[in-house]
């Protein structure tokens, strides 16, 4: 189910963004609802479908108001390209640094992903 407008209220206005190691993108600090539309479209317009897996979530408290989550992804994305279709799978981890706002809720102002492998593989027919 894709609910992209849910997405916004887990950002604060300007994350700082490390995705580098899968896009080569250089980090940057940018508005979640450009970060958002632009994970829309690029999901939208490469993928027929994808599956992304959380797992071994750990939380280290930095203060009371920082916490570092850091977590295990596996992410699959799944391609048609000249009647063939694959499934590119990316796993690695990814570093959130946590804030809590003024009104007590948690909202990510950083994110870092740390690839540690990629796989693309052919799906029968």
């Known amino acids: ?4 407008e849910r997405l916004e209220g887990y950002f604060v206005k300007k994350p700082f963004v490390d995705n580098k190691a899968i896009n080569g993108e250089m980090p940057a600090v940018i508005p979640k609802k ?4 632009s994970w829309r479209k690029e999901i939208g317009s490469y ?3 994808t599956r992304h897996f959380i797992c071994r ?3 280290r408290m930095l203060n009371s108001r920082r916490a ?3 977590t295990a992804v596996e992410h ?8 063939e279709r694959y ?3 990316v796993r690695g981890t990814i570093d959130y640094i946590l804030v809590k706002t003024t009104n007590g ?3 990510i102002s950083q994110m870092i992903f740390r690839l540690q492998d990629q796989a693309v593989r052919p799906l029968a027919a």
């Open 1 to 4: 189910m894709k609910q992209w």
């Open 34 to 37: 450009r970060l958002i539309e």
């Open 47 to 49: 993928f027929y479908a």
């Open 57 to 59: 979530l750990g939380v």
């Open 68 to 70: 570092k989550v850091t």
């Open 76 to 83: 699959v994305h799944y391609v048609a390209d000249r009647g």
């Open 87 to 89: 499934a590119w799978t």
């Open 105 to 107: 809720t948690w909202k």
